[in-house]
């Protein structure tokens, strides 16, 4: 007898199913993009895998050691940074390069001689929020694509600082009471959602939206006197009751970017890591959090700045470095702006 589970297996799309119906569609795109997708999928696989079981082996606390931005490292960082490098390492004719948060240079992912080297690079938080493991608490992988080559003259790792407007692909995973997948290649945002019993990704949502104004902001409050007056009056404003102009805004805020910036894809609103005193560039990373995330929620119509410049077309000057981010729905993160540049 089937069951309906059954029958979804049977007409599920899967993540690699929908890429091929992608690719039929782009007749330019090789198969080496959906490679790619399989590979970043294997490795979500094994992260959920591995975090399901964080309570019965040794993958809770730390390491004993910092990562390049500083940051004490959890046991379960660098085992996803290796479920990420696993996937790839095998074979350098497709991703030639991965940049991560927990590894302080880019990795070469193999010594295949110039010209047989792939043409990708790959940008990643393996484990963003990995301070919530400890307390089972929600947590994400971000990856960014960007094609890199071998320019005569170019330093490798100058060629890997992209502006995110260049990017080929971005997506997120988010490890909560199911694991999803959401990523775009510019052709709109698609989630999936882990089927664990078929152990496929399969398509839950296609062509994902953000509300233009939403009722959710998302930042941490403990910072409010490390922040700009703009800032301060723009988190005020939300607080203030209008009813009809849809305030006070609810308080959302979880420790995990890519949990926060999600919610913002369903209620709209605004997530916000501004500059602060001491922290000039704010916190997040260019590379691996702000510019996947600003390309996805972009694609699905929202918007992502420093509170002054688009996200998207920011010039990188080192792989690690920090921006301030304001991502969300576009009325909500134009407001944002407006108040931290003194326009209200
Ligand atoms: P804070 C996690 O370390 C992270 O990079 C994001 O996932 C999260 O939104 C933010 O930093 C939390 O930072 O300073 O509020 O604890």
């Known amino acids: 007898m089937t069951t309906s589970r059954d029958n979804l297996a049977q007409t599920a799309v899967t993540l690699t199913r929908h890429i091929l119906e992608e690719q039929a569609v782009h007749p330019e795109a090789t198969g080496e993009f959906s490679t790619i997708m399989a590979q970043i999928a294997l490795a979500a696989k094994l992260i959920a895998r591995n975090l399901s079981q964080a309570g019965l082996i040794d993958v809770l606390g730390l390491t004993g050691e910092t990562n390049v931005q500083g940051e004490a490292v959890q046991k379960l960082d660098r085992k996803s940074n290796e479920a990420f490098v696993r996937a790839f390492e095998y074979y350098g004719g497709l991703v030639r390069t991965l940049v991560s948060e927990e590894m302080d240079q880019p990795f070469q992912v193999s010594s295949l001689p110039p010209g047989k080297r792939g043409k990708y690079a790959l940008f990643l938080d393996p484990l963003d929020g990995s301070s919530n493991v400890d307390v089972n608490a929600t947590v994400g992988s971000i990856f960014s694509v960007h094609k890199v080559g071998e320019q005569a003259g170019r330093d490798a790792n100058t060629d890997l600082l992209k502006i995110g407007s260049e990017q080929v692909a971005a997506g997120y995973i988010l490890y909560g009471p199911s694991t999803i997948l959401v990523y775009t290649d510019g052709g709109g945002v698609h989630q999936f959602t882990l089927d664990p019993e078929i152990g496929e990704f399969v398509l839950s949502v296609r062509h994902v939206r953000m509300p233009s104004k939403g009722k959710v902001y998302s930042v941490n409050e403990g910072n409010y006197g490390k922040w700009s007056k703009g800032m301060q009056r723009f988190v005020d404003y939300l607080r203030e009751k209008d009813p009809a102009g849809g305030r006070p805004y609810s308080s959302r805020y979880s420790g995990c970017l890519v949990a926060d910036v999600h919610r913002l894809l369903t209620t709209g609103g605004v997530y916000l890591y501004p500059a602060e005193a001491g922290k000039s560039e704010g916190k997040l990373r260019l590379m691996y ?24 077309k920011l010039q990188p000057t080192t792989v690690h470095q920090r921006v301030p981010l304001i991502i969300g729905s576009r009325e909500d993160v134009s407001s944002a702006e407006q108040f931290i540049q003194g326009r209200r």
Request: hydrophobic content about 40%; charged content about 10%.
């Open 289 to 312: 959090e702000a510019a996947p995330l600003a390309f996805i929620v972009e694609q699905a119509g929202g918007s992502a700045s420093t509170g002054t410049e688009p996200i998207s």
